[in-house]
């Protein structure tokens, strides 16, 4: 293996770091892990609107109150469902997410502190450079779809949806996507996801799937959605190009 093979594969070990470390600290993946949901808002409905400013998650008892001999996993698909008390705290993780996100999405290094901002600078200036700023090129393209009117970036992921959003905003992503716009597929695959986009945005919107995997590709084709395949430099400057002339 080269040395620049080597310090990429590196580099990736470093940013993966970094998500996890974020999802834990302030996302409440270790909570979390075995409770994902597809959609920031899917237990919104178990929240009883409680202020969570002087809220202590640590001492809420949230993992003491599964039920002796339940699943840890009570929020997946298996028909098991924790008491109203703990379906409540977990809403309120959720919601706490939600505004950590939306409070930080533009500036990531007041999350992170000035010590942690400095690294990840780092890591993501190595980033750019091994890519050869793949990430401004993708950037360019968000922004020009997020500035148009009627027109919204929504992402569909097959990470878990807290290691996503800390994904999104340690890469800089968080002021092209909301994160009202954010999808995990890791449970039910990326066409149920795009159906659950369709139900929100409606039919008669129009969908253009930007991705560089056979499931995304697919899941566009049983909607009969266009996909639009990213699998080089040249491949993002056409499809800002596209964009740029108002071909898409």
């Not at 003491?64 to 028909?79: E, F, I, Y």
């Not at 290094?109 to 980033?127: A, E, F, T, Y």
Request: some cysteine; charged content about 25%; proline content about 3%.
């Amino acid at each position: 293996m080269s040395y620049n093979r080597d310090h990429q594969v590196q580099l990736g070990y470093r940013m993966e770091e970094l998500i996890f470390n974020m999802a834990d600290a302030y996302f409440f993946f270790n909570d979390l892990e075995e409770c994902d949901q597809i959609h920031i808002d899917d237990v919104a409905s178990d929240d009883n609107g409680q202020d969570l400013n002087n809220y202590n998650f640590a001492a809420d008892g949230f993992h003491t109150a599964t039920p002796q001999g339940a699943p840890p996993n009570v929020c997946l698909p298996n028909g098991v469902r924790g008491g109203v008390d703990w379906m409540r705290k977990l809403a309120f993780r959720y919601r706490k997410i939600k505004d950590t996100y939306n409070t930080y999405r533009n500036n990531v290094g007041g999350l992170l502190g000035p010590q942690k901002r400095d690294h990840w600078l780092q890591v993501r200036s190595d980033i750019e450079h091994e890519t050869d700023s793949w990430h401004s090129l993708t950037l360019k393209c968000l922004n020009m779809i997020a500035q148009r009117e009627n027109c919204v970036n929504v992402l569909v992921t097959t990470t878990q949806l807290v290691p996503a959003l800390a994904k999104i905003l340690l890469y800089g992503l968080g002021q092209v996507f909301p994160v009202e716009n954010v999808y995990s597929a890791n449970k039910i695959g990326k066409e149920q996801c795009f159906e659950r986009i369709v139900t929100r945005f409606g039919r008669k919107s129009t969908y253009v799937v930007v991705g560089d995997g056979q499931d995304e590709e697919n899941a566009a084709k049983n909607l009969n959605f266009p996909f639009w395949r990213i699998s080089s430099h040249s491949d993002i400057r056409s499809l800002h190009t596209a964009l740029e002339m108002g071909f898409l």
